[in-house]
């Protein structure tokens, strides 16, 4: 299995109009790590993400895989290399699940194993054949991970991934992401704006805001307030929900 | 009247031949200018701009501009025919394409561009695999609509020297054969409605992901135009010959009467009708057509532009030599009887106004009106005449030369330029007013061969019974059987009438 991708911003910087999206940002990221990124709307931190494969070219800076410039070279032969799923999903709409997976061989790529890939995601394989449109939206979800895996890609970006799903398809499918980043040994770049996800699911929580890196940390780090104000005030809200819950549990 | 029923089949072919030509065209203009648009803004704005602006032309005005434009290329591009019609209808067939192509590209998901770009798909890719196929039923709709505006527009190619189902309602308007003209509506409201109801079945396979319909309909629509082009390739072959007629029913009869006489020599005959004075001698030239009538003045000002008026026997001579020399036209013979124009008054009204010359004319002009056919008031004739008597008139009005009569009898119009071969100068009582200066040059009808047939022996001995055989008394006689309101005959029967009645040639010395 080949090693998963190391990654670096150097002095990365996005400017929209007046406003700074990303403002001079500097960052590595070895490989092998799940880092979540997070803050609030507005912080810059979909834009960060989406200079990895170029969906958004940056004013400064550059960002590299392993060393090299990701802006070197053709977008669409970089972005075959990166897995990327989005909140809307974005399946074929004709084509069928195992025709939406498939899709990485279909422009050039090695073969896919569909029955495989259903299986990484937990779909039951009478799903192939049916139309985006007959899944529920967990389903859609899991196919367009599926997709984004089937190319062989070693480093995984995710935006927003479980945004629009219901509390409990959004655990379990956080849990399986994880556990398919292990076994795959990939890279893995989560975009949320719920820090109880990112603290429960990464080894690292990046915190932006306007723009800027605020806080990098472990989820250990951050719970025990070196995170800084602006991460302390994110974390403060699922810690006194777990202490509301556990006091009503205790109450009861 | 079944004799012109028969001419469907052919006429049917050549208007499928032409509007789905234009609509192929169209379609390949387009589609690639709706991915332009698509993905820059500016150029959607500048194309969707100047194909909003075509439309707005009306239909017969666009064919008419096509003739100076491609005059312009000087010769290089036939100015008349299947080309200006060819032209005129794609860009009609362009606009309701190229705005359903951006309206559903511009109008998709963006989650699903994204996905395509994210998952790493080329341009070329994305259009291919995703755009396209998202897009092919709304585009699909743009294509109807523009097929049934095509097959419509189409009858108007008649204009400008085109066949299509658009010369049974011309050559029935202009012979008050009603019948005709609803023949001609409802084949080309059919065809447009056949092929809209087999792209609408394209549409649907579509939108609904059904190969087996989708390939169903085209192969239903391949067929279809197989079968509607077949009279085609049956007309080709160097026995199948085209006889042009202008849009009046002298010309009618008078190709009914050559198509006759050349289908007992054994040809294969095809009609062209309803052609305009400068269409018709230009198709002639170029081949399209193989032989007509035209009248020797009306060549001598319009086609030769000659100010000057010399004797009748002198203007045939001069367009003979002329037509060989420029054109390798052949004049095989002048028929008989002289068309002229001849300014034509109600005979009540002449009288009472005290007019029998047009220098009479000229004195009362200011307070009479004018009614004439569409082309007389642009021809060097009636700049000639004007010039030389001074003629003012009150007011002009142009009308398609049934109507004129009609104008003249009603007292719409208080002098029209009348034809002297017509038989409603007898029939209507019109007193024709004399040319005392000359001004008006004679119009012998004279048979003209286009410079393929000029040396076809057995063409031209199947029709030099023709010359010389037809006097006007003749000619208004038949023309009359055509025009008048009661009984009226075809002018297909109307040939065999005059076809009985050809004055024996003179003995040769």
Not at chain 2, 133 to 141: D, G
Not at chain 2, 274 to 285: K, M, N, P, R
Request: glycine share 10%; net charge neutral.
């Amino acid at each position: 299995m080949p090693a998963p991708p190391c990654l670096a911003f150097e002095g990365l910087t996005k400017a929209y109009g007046g406003t700074r999206a990303v403002d001079d940002v500097t960052l590595a990221i070895p490989g092998g790590q799940f880092v979540a990124l997070v803050g609030q709307s507005g912080s810059g931190k979909s834009t960060l993400l989406k200079t990895i494969n170029r969906l958004i070219v940056p004013d400064a800076g550059r960002v590299t895989i392993d060393g090299a410039d990701v802006g070197d070279g053709p977008a669409p032969h970089l972005r075959r290399r990166i897995g990327y799923v989005f909140q809307n999903v974005g399946l074929f709409p004709h084509l069928t699940v195992a025709e939406n997976i498939a899709m990485p061989q279909r422009i050039g790529g090695a073969p896919v194993d569909v029955g495989g890939r259903l299986d990484q995601v937990e779909l039951p394989h009478d799903l192939a054949d049916r139309s985006p449109a007959q899944l529920s939206g967990g389903q859609r979800q899991r196919v367009g991970i599926a997709r984004a895996l089937a190319g062989e890609a070693k480093l995984l970006l995710m935006d927003e991934p479980f945004g629009a799903l219901d509390p409990v398809t959004r655990d379990a499918l956080g849990r399986r992401v994880r556990g398919l980043h292990d076994e795959l040994g990939l890279t893995t770049i989560l975009v949320t704006h719920d820090i109880a996800e990112a603290l429960l699911l990464a080894d690292r929580v990046l915190v932006m805001d306007a723009g800027r890196i605020v806080a990098d940390a472990t989820p250990a780090e951050l719970l025990a307030g070196k995170g800084g104000p602006v991460a302390d005030a994110l974390v403060a809200v699922p810690r006194e929900q777990a202490r509301a819950l556990a006091a009503i549990e205790g109450g009861g | 009247m079944s004799d012109a029923f028969t001419r469907i089949p052919d006429l049917l072919s050549a208007h499928v031949l032409l509007s789905l030509s234009a609509l192929a065209l169209g379609i390949v203009i387009a589609l690639p200018l709706a991915v332009w648009s698509a993905r820059h803004p500016a150029v959607a704005r500048v194309a969707l701009g100047l194909a909003s602006l075509v439309q707005t032309i009306p239909a017969l005005a666009l064919l008419a501009l096509f003739y100076p434009l491609l005059l312009a290329t000087g010769g290089a591009l036939p100015a008349l025919g299947f080309l200006p019609a060819l032209l005129a209808l794609t860009l009609y067939a362009v606009l309701p394409i190229l705005r359903n192509g951006v309206t559903g590209l511009t109008g998709l998901d963006p989650a699903v561009i994204e996905a395509a770009d994210g998952v790493g798909m080329t341009r070329a890719q994305r259009l291919r695999l995703v755009e396209a196929p998202l897009v092919a039923p709304i585009v699909m709709a743009g294509i109807r609509t523009a097929a049934v505006w095509t097959i419509g527009a189409a009858t108007l190619s008649t204009t400008v020297g085109a066949a299509s189902l658009g010369d049974l309602i011309f050559a029935g308007l202009q012979t008050q054969n009603w019948s005709l003209v609803l023949v001609g509506c409802i084949a080309a409201a059919g065809l447009a409605m056949a092929v809209d109801l087999i792209l609408a079945a394209v549409e649907h396979g579509l939108a609904k992901r059904r190969r087996w319909q989708v390939r169903g309909a085209i192969v239903a629509l391949v067929a279809g135009i197989a079968l509607a082009l077949a009279p085609l390739w049956a007309a080709g072959g160097a026995g199948t010959v085209t006889v042009g007629a202008k849009g009046f029913s002298e010309q009618y009869i008078l190709a009914k009467l050559i198509g006759d006489r050349l289908d007992a020599a054994g040809y294969r005959v095809r009609y062209r009708e309803g052609l305009g004075s400068a269409v018709a001698f230009e198709a002639l030239a170029s081949g399209d057509i193989d032989v007509y009538v035209d009248y020797s003045g009306t060549l001598w000002t319009n086609q030769m532009q000659r100010k000057d008026v010399p004797p009748r026997a002198a203007i045939v001579r001069g367009v003979t030599d002329w037509a060989r020399r420029e054109h390798g036209v052949r004049l095989l013979g002048s028929l008989g009887f002289e068309n002229a124009y001849a300014f034509a008054m109600r005979g009540d009204r002449a009288r009472v106004l005290g007019i029998a010359s047009i220098a009479d004319l000229a004195r009362a002009a200011p307070r009479l009106r004018l009614g004439t056919d569409v082309e007389f008031l642009e021809r060097p004739e009636w700049r000639s005449v004007r010039d030389a008597y001074g003629l003012r008139f009150a007011a002009a009005n142009a009308y398609h030369p049934t109507f004129m009569y009609r104008a003249l009898s009603s007292g719409r119009a208080d002098v029209i330029p009348a034809f002297s071969s017509d038989g409603r100068i007898a029939a209507d009582r019109l007193t024709v007013l004399a040319d005392p200066k000359g001004a008006l040059p004679g119009y012998d009808a004279v048979l003209l061969l286009s410079p393929a047939r000029a040396g076809d022996a057995k063409f031209a001995a199947a029709l030099r019974p023709l010359i010389g055989a037809i006097p006007v008394e003749t000619m208004r006689e038949a023309n009359l059987q055509v025009d008048r309101d009661t009984d009226k005959q075809s002018p297909e029967a109307a040939a065999r009438w005059l076809a009985g009645r050809l004055r024996r040639p003179p003995a040769s010395p």
